[in-house]
Every structure is written in C-alpha cells, then in structure tokens.
C-alpha cells in the first residue's frame, strides 16, 4: 500500500515550523508496512489545496492530509477537499451538537464561526474527536481513500493512532512491520555503533537504525514478516545480541521511556522520591510526573533557585556555600539530603549547576552536580553537558534518573556521564 | 517570485528526520521575498525524482533540490534532474581535481566511487563546495532555474548563503517579506478568528494567519515590500487594530513566549514569584526557569504531590482537605498562601487539580483550581481543561502565567479560562 502525506498551512511554506507531523506520520505508517512515497506542503491556499489532492490521488492508494480543519477562515481543508472531489458540503447536526457539548462541558459559549467545523464533504465520513473540535474526515468512495485531520499534533496523534492506523494496518493485509526499540542512556551514540557496526552492516531483516537524543541512543530493530509472531521472531535473537552488547546501559526494551522505566522500578520496590532542583528547575519533577499513576512513589520536590532558598528550605549550609560553591558536589549532597528529610521520601535527588547561557557560581555552562542519597548510599555524580540550556538540563534529568534506576536494580555507576 | 523546495531521502519518507532543511530554506527564501508554493519529499527513486522536477518546473520560478548529491549508490538526484531535461551528463575535470585535491589535502586516499561527483547534467553549473565533496548543480537554461544542493545541512546552508540566496534576490528585485507575531492567551481561536474576520477576508499585504496551541492563539502579519522598512509600515497599522481588537488577551507583539513575557513584567516590577504545584508537577516552575535569567524573579516552588506533603510543607489544614477535598479553590488558595510564607516572595500561585487520565479527589479529569497571592489580593479561579494529561498541565500552566500577567498589567481576570 502507498501512501502520501500532504501538508496544510501557511507556517510550513514561510518556514515557521518543520513538518513534523509528516515525520511522526511517516514513521507510524512505515511500522505498519505502509510505503510512503511522497510529502507534499501546500499553503492555505483552496486552489492549490485541491490540485493536491488531486495529484496525490491520481498516484498513491491513501492520502493523509494535515491542518487546515480548524474554525477560523484560513482554515480551508475541507473546501480544498470537496472541490478536488467536485461535491458540495454539507452541514451533519451530529457534528454541530458534539461541538454544542463540547463547548457546553467546558463551561463556554461556542462562537457561531466554529459551525464551519460541522460541515463535511457529501459522500465523506466524519471521526469525532476526543481532544479539540476538528473533526476528521475520511473519503472512501471512488480512487484512493483519503483521510484528512488536524493539525495540531495532539489531534492527528489521536486520530491516526484511534482510526486511521487501525484501518490502513486491516487493508493492508498480509505484511506486518514489526519494530521493536531498545533504549540505552549513559552511553555515546558512536560506541553504541562501534559495538554494533556488524548486526548494522549485515541485517536486512530486521533493520537496525539508531537514533540519539540528549543523553539518550535508541536501537530500533524493524522486521517485515507474515504476521506479528513471525516478525517478532525473527526480531528476537538480535535485540539478545543488542542487549547483551550493550550491556546496563540499556534501561528498557520495549520503548519505555527513562521515567516511565524508573517508575516501574521504583513501584516494584515500593520505594518513594523526592528532590531538589536547582539548575532543572522543576522540569525533573515535571518529567517523573508526566507519567500517569507517579503519585505511588513520587512524594515531591523543591525547586530553590536562590542560595537562601537552598539554605532556608532544604538546610543546606551556609558554610558549605561559601567555600565549595554553589555549583559543587558537596551541594548537590545537601541539597539531596535536604529533599529527603524534607519529604521523608526513601531515595532523593539533589541537582545544582550552570544551564547557560551565563557562567554561575565560579562555573561553566554544562557544569552539573547530582547528590543521590538513600539508607547506607550517598553519592555525588558531576559531568560537563553539551549543548544549550535546554540540552543541558535534559543531560541533568537523564543522569539524575539513571541514578535512580542503577540503585533500584543495584547496578554500579556509570563510568562516564 | 514562486519557489517549490524538493526534499530527497528515503529517510525523510521513513520518518527518520523531520523535513528541517525546507523549513530553513523556507525561511531564509520568504526574507527576500520569494514565496514558497510547495515542498515536495520524494525517495531515493530516480523516476520519482525526475517527476518531482518536471512537475515544479512547471508551476513555479525557482526550484531547490537538497539531498542525493552524495557519493554513495543511493546519491542519485543528479541522475533525476538529467532525466527531468532529458540531457545526459559528463564528467567534470574542473570539479574530479577539486575531488582529488580535497581527499590529498586530508592526507587520505579518494575512493574512485567519488568521481561520480564529478558528473554534471549537460548544460549545468556547477558549485563547488567549501565544505563535504558534493558540488552544487545549477540549471538555468529554458524553464524555470534549479539548484541542487546536498541534504548535510550545514553543505546546504554554505550554498544558500553563499551562491543561491544572493542570486535570488539579484533576480528578484529588491522584495522583502517580515512578519509579526502577535501572541494572545485566554480566548478561544474561533473567537479571535471572529474579531479579526473584516482583516482576514480584506487584507492581502499584509496578511493574517492564526495559529493555535495549548491555551494560546498566534497571529501572524506577513507583509511584503522594498525593504524592512516599507514592510513594517504595511504591518504596524494592522498589528494596531489586531491588538485593539484582541484587547488583553494579547501578552506579546513581538512574538515573545508567556514566560518570557511574564519575566519580563516581574523584572520591570522588581517583583518576585514562587509557587505550590500538585497537577502540574513541576511543570510550571520547569517553563519560568526555561528563560535565561530567571533566577532575577523566579525564587522557587514547592512540587507537593502528596496530601501529607500539601499539609507539611506548605501548611494546607487538614481540615480544609477534609471539607472541600484536595482539588478545590481553598486548597489551592492555602497551596498559594503557603507557597509565599515558605519562599517569602512577592507573588506566588498554588496549582491543584486532576491531569488524568483518573479522576482524583472527587473530580473529574481536566479539573484545574490556581490560586494567587500578592499583598492585598488573594483570587481563586477554577476551570475545566480540555485533553489529554499533558494538555491538561499545559492549559493550567498557562492559566497560571497569565494570572501573573495580569496581576503585573493591573488587568482585570478574564471572563472564562
């Protein structure tokens, strides 16, 4: 089955955003066994909206449209849709009292423009959605079919993985692909190639690719069989070769990611966290609360961002201050000390150090100081991070988590990090 | 001027990596006034390369290639411009002694395989490169002008900025494109598409696209004239009427992020904030420490997850938790009041509420209570926030901020969240 993927709007073609969707599409659609063969991006523009779907019916069997379903008047994807199909639109009540409800739930009053949104294509079907007001619109008449939905990734993520995936993945019929993705952390993406530059070399099926994030190397193995079972087999004893290769780097192999991993283990154990956040600023909390259910094993943390809140909130001293620094292991000691008298918690983490862009502290951008501290453990990790702020504090995060998942599974540290 | 921009790569199409060198492309092209109809992706697929150049030589001025110009079997973009002219191609001794010279400069050995660099569709330019060993391919006989240029982004860029760029804007006259982004929160897009609908259907130079995200809707003014000037007189009258029109909802015009915006009035107050979060976890403390110099307003926050840790660190009573239950305006009112006892900050937030995907406390997902302190104010606001767990915490975190703004603005609370 060949696809294309056309994108809507304006702020592709001025540069203003990536086509991200296209990619995150492409990847969901190639780990059904879908071929992609084209992107498109036209502005919001009907004429050349319609010519689009024209062009791209005329040469693939599905078409994926993006943008342009939203309620204001730049929004113009259904009308590029119905004049590359020569029907007219027509207004479907189920839509308008959805959006009534919607909007009702919310405690708002809807603004009459938003009505746009219950117009469709005569012929097409709709598919309500849980997140916004967009719905998707599904065309399976003549030619190829044709999906179109939103823009907004929360939105397209929801309506290809709910509808779109599970339809392709029942016409599709009798190739599956299969991946399966390891993910390893503490460890350069280049030795992560050199350990594995022959599976990479002479694999066909599975497929090994990497791909590296801050702190992160992700190895996906991707297998095209008959069916799920004999995909995964032949998938099986690589990803043995991987793990046994990459030895305590890896934290999961089924796609987990660090906090999702680290809170399995923190459940398993019935151990709780806490911490203090300096240069993180909150973001860590923020990444091991993002996962559904951490309220079972995460208690809390204290983001002090002033060396008296350091003092005031989480007793770390005022002479350790003055002579190590505030960017210093003996900080991060305290500061995780702190976190843990302060919630009670059983293991804490205390983070200090220079985000950047600026020096701190007597300290160079990417300078990080982690303290772990749990009963009978104590011990400070420092690194230098590469990269812009943001990098540095995703480097901090990463080290600081992978702290917590070598004392839970009671691996030694890391030589480097 | 109208340009299409074709991106090459089977790993674009795979999902691998977002389409980031169209959007570069994209951006620097609109800043000399080309506009940019389409992107198109096509794969390693010589016959699919050929259409993509035949089919943009006929809708537009200017075509731009990047990928396939490498020395490996699946570098074959050249072979795909000279099937699209139907020229057959030679090799180029200019370009085979640039080849050796650089792999001799590099003390290494050229394998013979790179020679195929040195070929050139009949009738082409070429551009040498200062940086990697593909040269550029320039077609400007009958038709519209192409330029290939390698897919390495960095050898891209060179060539844009360098040889393609400063043609272009020779051909195109002295055209320039600026925009302003103009950033509101607080209102609906349907709304905003409502109050701008006259701008919208009139205006054509400059002209008006929106775009929205989590509690937050842009509006962008894209103008074109003879230079940065003339441009932004286009804009300036619009952006006024935008801005009277959208009234306080507006944080920014010149496309600063809430927290940034939001810094940016502490800084001006000399005041200071801190925060309480449950729902959002550390979130919103992660999103304020995100702007370099926070550390001038920000003092910190305390991430209680736990109801022990609401009634130990930040003082909740017991009994209130009891009465109206955790997510409710007067915990959220004591999460604030003991957020500024504990940090002793000039302002500070207190955030309770249900991220989901479980209902909590007795209410339901999507559940949001915030309160603010300041000397002499003490406001709770409470709201039903649409989606999944993550857009949950985005819409409070923004409601959050923008209590800030407008406490710092002396603006009235708005209608609905």
Not at 164 to 181: E, H, K, W
């Amino acid at each position: 089955m060949r696809a294309e993927i056309i994108g809507v709007g304006t702020e592709l073609l001025l540069g203003q955003i990536a086509n991200e969707n296209a990619r995150w599409m492409s990847e969901e659609l190639a780990a059904i066994g879908v071929d992609v063969l084209h992107h498109t991006v036209v502005g919001d523009n009907e004429e050349r909206i319609a010519s689009a779907f024209t062009l791209a019916r005329s040469r693939v069997d599905v078409v994926l449209s993006t943008g342009g379903l939203g309620p204001t008047q730049d929004d113009i994807t259904r009308d590029g849709l119905a004049r590359a199909l020569g029907i007219a639109q027509e207004r479907h009540p189920e839509i308008e009292e959805f959006l009534r409800e919607k909007f009702a739930n919310l405690g708002r009053l809807m603004p009459e423009s938003n009505l746009v949104q219950a117009m469709v294509p005569v012929g097409c079907r709709f598919i309500l959605p849980d997140r916004g007001t967009a719905p998707g619109l599904v065309w399976d008449g003549e030619g190829a079919r044709m999906y179109c939905v939103a823009g907004v990734p929360a939105e397209m993520r929801e309506m290809m993985t709910g509808t779109i995936l599970p339809d392709l993945r029942s016409l599709s019929g009798d190739v599956v692909i299969a991946s399966q993705v390891i993910r390893s952390t503490g460890i350069a993406e280049a030795r992560v190639g050199e350990l594995l530059q022959d599976l990479f070399e002479s694999s066909e099926n599975p497929t090994v690719a990497y791909l590296a994030s801050s702190g992160e190397v992700k190895v996906r193995l991707t297998a095209k069989a008959a069916d799920t079972e004999a995909a995964a087999a032949l998938i099986a004893p690589v990803a043995a070769l991987v793990v046994a290769r990459l030895g305590d780097a890896v934290f999961s192999v089924e796609n987990e990611s660090l906090e999702e991993a680290v809170g399995r283990l923190l459940r398993s154990r019935g151990w709780s966290l806490s911490m203090a956040e300096s240069l993180t600023g909150g973001t860590l909390a923020g990444r091991v609360t993002s996962v559904p259910g951490a309220s079972e094993y995460f208690v809390g943390a204290a983001v002090t961002y002033t060396i008296e809140e350091k003092v005031r909130v989480l007793s770390v001293s005022e002479e350790t201050l003055a002579t190590q620094g505030v960017v210093s292991a003996e900080v991060a000691h305290e500061m995780a000390q702190g976190a843990r008298a302060l919630f009670g918690s059983d293991l804490a983490l205390g983070l200090t150090g220079v985000a950047g862009p600026d020096a701190h502290g007597g300290q160079p951008p990417g300078q990080v100081w982690i303290g772990f501290e749990a009963d009978g453990v104590s011990h400070q990790r420092g690194f230098r991070a590469p990269g812009d702020r943001a990098q540095v504090r995703a480097f901090a995060q990463q080290a600081a988590l992978d702290l917590v998942r070598r004392h839970c599974e009671g691996l030694a540290l890391p030589a480097t990090w």
